[in-house]
């Protein structure tokens, strides 16, 4: 059991913290100080931990070339042994409190240096002014963050008379108590034991034996609900829960504004706080629910049980086929809970799990989260070989060992398989695939896909590197992508789109929006189309009229998901800016400019109207929830290379205006060459913010080399 005893004041030692990394894995580890001499703290260590790092201070930069090689001298530091860009991928706050849940309902105890460190890491995030939580770190609080987050500071062994659980269940109960959580947070509260089964709406398994062919069959859902579907509805059929403890029946009283046992169970499927649903029910989610609820109260027997036969084997395969990694966050500590009830915690299937549980726990200086993946390995280190490649930098004898081990790491994390049985568990074909975060978790990405493959294409065209990535393996990248274009022309995440649009509206999380379906992106549309042009350079005979139709298909479409004011809608990252970049970085492959294209000037006319005072660009994250561009108090370093990088693509004219935010970027750099953390920058399911923090490195590095490619030389006054 996790340790259950007052909340302790002493927390660790930040200098005794460790990040190993190997084949893409990152995990933390905390030493004795007799292990910590042998192992001394790398740059990336002290980093992360917001230790000192001694680097020294670089001349100042005349021009922006000389602010890149600044910048880029810094980050080089932090360079992983093999090869990668690590980071945190944090920022939710439904992320942490479902590893701590499993691992109490479990029977596991959490090392007493990544308790403590987490409960840092809850006490330090919780709103300050009222202690509450909320769906991520910048928004306000919430019954979804501050259920969850109080129960798990609880069970990490926070007493519930510390002044931070008073202050946050006065709020909780101010909020509408725990009655009120949404779908997910009913949920885990089930399984914990400390809310009722009969108070959340149905997750029937009996979904996975119906026919595929029908439009609303899991398997056309998007693939991260249906991943986190496929647990609940496996643990929700047999109402599994933890065994009861006193802290249990403590949480019973404490997480409500009336006694336990006089709750009406029923009538709280449907009551979730008003203010933090973004997605109400429809009327045919409510129809279904119904249903569902009169099925429950009579289920066969035996078709229950075919159907939990059925999810166990989807869970299988999803353990195997990722290595028991999982694919995100959300259904990792599911699966494992699953492990659990259906095999006990003594099983090689649990250990396996437990073991892969450290893939995701990021340290750093505000103390111990869940990350949103394992990590963003891939995606980051791509992103960074591009940019020095592109703007001259990776020719200079200093950059030249980062890059063989960035295109050393690149290398060895193409997917070279595909997913056992892919059919029956609803997958695609992997093969020759990049994901997010590294090879052994096992699942396509489309612009990953991409991303990875123009920097591997760009680094090996330099003389001093090798060339392990052989052309049939990018002919197998190519396949991968082709196949993922849909019939409006652009590209999803991971699969096809699936499914009807209709399917969105039997959305049951209500606390996020568009996650029913893949849809396409401006972001994955320009991305691949981008590498299959790279590609096309490099061998321009193979499958040329396939990649001729997808670029005509592509094109239109990201042309049509031009809002009418010239944006593009962000979906990966904050917002308008973010897609903006990539709408016009597509159109420019093909030759359309501010000069020659309607298009290309509408969107740069947008991003101009956006320009701050002060010469740089910011979006706040109320742009993803509103669809309305929303201006952050404060221009932000990241944006503001989005805004250039996509004005200087576009061939903007007025350069004085550019040079504004270039000089912007560079007033923010350290003497050291770093930019400092500002805003959060990345965003899922339009409600959901999640940290990017390697942005701030690459894309300011990335915009100010740019610059001078694009300008040329010379010191902007």
């Given at each position: 059991m996790p340790h259950s005893s007052p909340l302790t004041l002493n927390y660790t030692d930040l200098t005794r913290w460790r990040l190993r990394t190997e084949d893409g894995r990152q995990t933390w580890h905390y030493l004795n100080e007799a292990e910590a001499e042998k192992w001394p703290q790398t740059a990336a260590d002290k980093y992360w931990l917001d230790l000192k790092l001694n680097s020294p201070t670089l001349p100042k930069p005349r021009t922006p070339l000389d602010a890149a090689r600044n910048g880029l001298k810094f980050y080089q530091q932090l360079q992983c042994e093999d090869g990668h860009f690590a980071g945190a991928y944090g920022g939710p706050h439904f992320l942490t409190p479902g590893y701590v849940i499993t691992m109490y309902i479990s029977k596991q105890t959490i090392p007493e240096p990544m308790r403590v460190e987490m409960i840092r890491y809850l006490l330090t995030t919780a709103n300050k002014d009222d202690g509450g939580w909320g769906i991520h770190v910048a928004g306000e609080s919430t019954v979804f963050g501050t259920t969850l987050n109080y129960v798990a500071c609880r069970l990490l062994g926070v007493n519930r008379d510390h002044p931070a659980m008073v202050l946050a269940r006065g709020t909780l109960h101010k909020l509408g108590s725990a009655t009120a959580v949404p779908a997910w947070g009913k949920f885990w509260l089930s399984a914990l034991g400390v809310y009722e089964y009969e108070g959340m709406n149905p997750v029937p398994p009996e979904l996975w034996l119906l026919p595929y062919a029908l439009p609303f069959h899991p398997g056309r859902w998007w693939i991260h609900t249906r991943m986190v579907y496929l647990p609940m509805s496996f643990i929700y059929a047999q109402r599994l829960k933890a065994d009861d403890t006193p802290l249990l029946e403590q949480l019973r009283e404490e997480l409500y504004t009336q006694s336990y046992d006089s709750i009406d169970w029923p009538k709280q499927c449907n009551n979730v706080a008003a203010a933090e649903v973004f997605y109400p029910h429809t009327k045919l989610l409510d129809g279904l629910n119904t249903i569902c609820w009169m099925y429950e109260k009579c289920s066969p027997r035996r078709l229950r049980k075919w159907a939990v036969d059925e999810a166990w084997t989807q869970l299988q395969m999803e353990d195997k086929n990722t290595s028991y990694g999982n694919l995100a966050s959300v259904n990792k500590p599911l699966n494992m809970l699953c492990t659990y009830f259906k095999l006990g915690n003594e099983c090689e299937e649990f250990k396996q799990h437990r073991e892969h549980t450290l893939d995701y726990i990021w340290m750093s200086e505000s103390g111990m989260h869940f990350n949103g993946t394992d990590g963003s390995q891939v995606w980051d280190t791509a992103f960074f070989c591009q940019a020095v490649c592109e703007v001259g930098l990776a020719n200079e004898p200093s950059c030249q060992d980062t890059i063989k081990r960035a295109l050393e790491f690149l290398d060895t994390q193409q997917i070279r398989t595909d997913p056992e049985n892919h059919t029956r568990c609803y997958r695609d074909l992997t093969k020759g695939a990049w994901p997010f975060s590294r090879r052994a978790q096992g699942y396509t990405v489309s612009d990953c896909t991409a991303e990875a493959m123009k920097a591997v294409l760009s680094m090996q065209d330099l003389p001093y590197t090798n060339k392990n990535v052989t052309p049939d393996r990018f002919r197998d990248a190519v396949d991968v992508m082709l196949r993922m274009q849909n019939k409006d022309g652009g590209f999803a995440t991971y699969e096809l789109t699936r499914g009807p649009t209709l399917l969105e509206k039997i959305n049951p999380a209500e606390v996020f929006g568009d996650i029913m379906l893949e849809y396409s992106y401006p972001e994955c549309t320009t991305a691949v189309l981008l590498s299959l042009k790279a590609f096309r350079k490099r061998q321009p005979n193979y499958r040329s009229d396939a990649i001729d139709t997808a670029f005509k298909h592509g094109l239109r479409y990201i042309k049509k998901a031009q809002r009418p004011d010239g944006s593009w809608f962000g979906s990966w990252a904050i917002c308008f800016i973010y897609a903006t970049w990539f709408g016009i970085e597509g159109l420019s492959a093909v030759g359309e400019t501010y000069e020659n294209s309607g298009t290309v000037r509408k969107a740069c006319e947008f991003l101009v109207s956006k320009q701050q005072a002060d010469g740089g660009w910011g979006e706040d994250?109320?742009?993803?929830?509103?669809?309305?561009?929303?201006?952050?108090?404060?221009?932000?370093?990241?944006?503001?290379?989005?805004?250039?990088?996509?004005?200087?693509?576009?061939?903007?004219?007025?350069?004085?205006?550019?040079?504004?935010?270039?000089?912007l970027i560079m007033s923010r750099q350290q003497p050291d060459g770093r930019w400092n953390q500002e805003g959060i920058e990345g965003v899922f399911n339009r409600n959901a913010l999640i940290a990017y923090p390697n942005y701030k490195f690459i894309f300011p590095i990335w915009a100010l080399g740019r610059w001078e490619s694009e300008v040329g030389p010379g010191v902007i006054a």
């Amino acid at each position: 059991m996790p340790h259950s005893s007052p909340l302790t004041l002493n927390y660790t030692d930040l200098t005794r913290w460790r990040l190993r990394t190997e084949d893409g894995r990152q995990t933390w580890h905390y030493l004795n100080e007799a292990e910590a001499e042998k192992w001394p703290q790398t740059a990336a260590d002290k980093y992360w931990l917001d230790l000192k790092l001694n680097s020294p201070t670089l001349p100042k930069p005349r021009t922006p070339l000389d602010a890149a090689r600044n910048g880029l001298k810094f980050y080089q530091q932090l360079q992983c042994e093999d090869g990668h860009f690590a980071g945190a991928y944090g920022g939710p706050h439904f992320l942490t409190p479902g590893y701590v849940i499993t691992m109490y309902i479990s029977k596991q105890t959490i090392p007493e240096p990544m308790r403590v460190e987490m409960i840092r890491y809850l006490l330090t995030t919780a709103n300050k002014d009222d202690g509450g939580w909320g769906i991520h770190v910048a928004g306000e609080s919430t019954v979804f963050g501050t259920t969850l987050n109080y129960v798990a500071c609880r069970l990490l062994g926070v007493n519930r008379d510390h002044p931070a659980m008073v202050l946050a269940r006065g709020t909780l109960h101010k909020l509408g108590s725990a009655t009120a959580v949404p779908a997910w947070g009913k949920f885990w509260l089930s399984a914990l034991g400390v809310y009722e089964y009969e108070g959340m709406n149905p997750v029937p398994p009996e979904l996975w034996l119906l026919p595929y062919a029908l439009p609303f069959h899991p398997g056309r859902w998007w693939i991260h609900t249906r991943m986190v579907y496929l647990p609940m509805s496996f643990i929700y059929a047999q109402r599994l829960k933890a065994d009861d403890t006193p802290l249990l029946e403590q949480l019973r009283e404490e997480l409500y504004t009336q006694s336990y046992d006089s709750i009406d169970w029923p009538k709280q499927c449907n009551n979730v706080a008003a203010a933090e649903v973004f997605y109400p029910h429809t009327k045919l989610l409510d129809g279904l629910n119904t249903i569902c609820w009169m099925y429950e109260k009579c289920s066969p027997r035996r078709l229950r049980k075919w159907a939990v036969d059925e999810a166990w084997t989807q869970l299988q395969m999803e353990d195997k086929n990722t290595s028991y990694g999982n694919l995100a966050s959300v259904n990792k500590p599911l699966n494992m809970l699953c492990t659990y009830f259906k095999l006990g915690n003594e099983c090689e299937e649990f250990k396996q799990h437990r073991e892969h549980t450290l893939d995701y726990i990021w340290m750093s200086e505000s103390g111990m989260h869940f990350n949103g993946t394992d990590g963003s390995q891939v995606w980051d280190t791509a992103f960074f070989c591009q940019a020095v490649c592109e703007v001259g930098l990776a020719n200079e004898p200093s950059c030249q060992d980062t890059i063989k081990r960035a295109l050393e790491f690149l290398d060895t994390q193409q997917i070279r398989t595909d997913p056992e049985n892919h059919t029956r568990c609803y997958r695609d074909l992997t093969k020759g695939a990049w994901p997010f975060s590294r090879r052994a978790q096992g699942y396509t990405v489309s612009d990953c896909t991409a991303e990875a493959m123009k920097a591997v294409l760009s680094m090996q065209d330099l003389p001093y590197t090798n060339k392990n990535v052989t052309p049939d393996r990018f002919r197998d990248a190519v396949d991968v992508m082709l196949r993922m274009q849909n019939k409006d022309g652009g590209f999803a995440t991971y699969e096809l789109t699936r499914g009807p649009t209709l399917l969105e509206k039997i959305n049951p999380a209500e606390v996020f929006g568009d996650i029913m379906l893949e849809y396409s992106y401006p972001e994955c549309t320009t991305a691949v189309l981008l590498s299959l042009k790279a590609f096309r350079k490099r061998q321009p005979n193979y499958r040329s009229d396939a990649i001729d139709t997808a670029f005509k298909h592509g094109l239109r479409y990201i042309k049509k998901a031009q809002r009418p004011d010239g944006s593009w809608f962000g979906s990966w990252a904050i917002c308008f800016i973010y897609a903006t970049w990539f709408g016009i970085e597509g159109l420019s492959a093909v030759g359309e400019t501010y000069e020659n294209s309607g298009t290309v000037r509408k969107a740069c006319e947008f991003l101009v109207s956006k320009q701050q005072a002060d010469g740089g660009w910011g979006e706040d994250y109320k742009s993803c929830e509103t669809g309305v561009f929303h201006h952050h108090a404060q221009s932000q370093v990241v944006q503001t290379a989005w805004a250039i990088l996509a004005l200087l693509a576009a061939q903007y004219p007025d350069k004085n205006l550019i040079a504004r935010g270039i000089k912007l970027i560079m007033s923010r750099q350290q003497p050291d060459g770093r930019w400092n953390q500002e805003g959060i920058e990345g965003v899922f399911n339009r409600n959901a913010l999640i940290a990017y923090p390697n942005y701030k490195f690459i894309f300011p590095i990335w915009a100010l080399g740019r610059w001078e490619s694009e300008v040329g030389p010379g010191v902007i006054a």
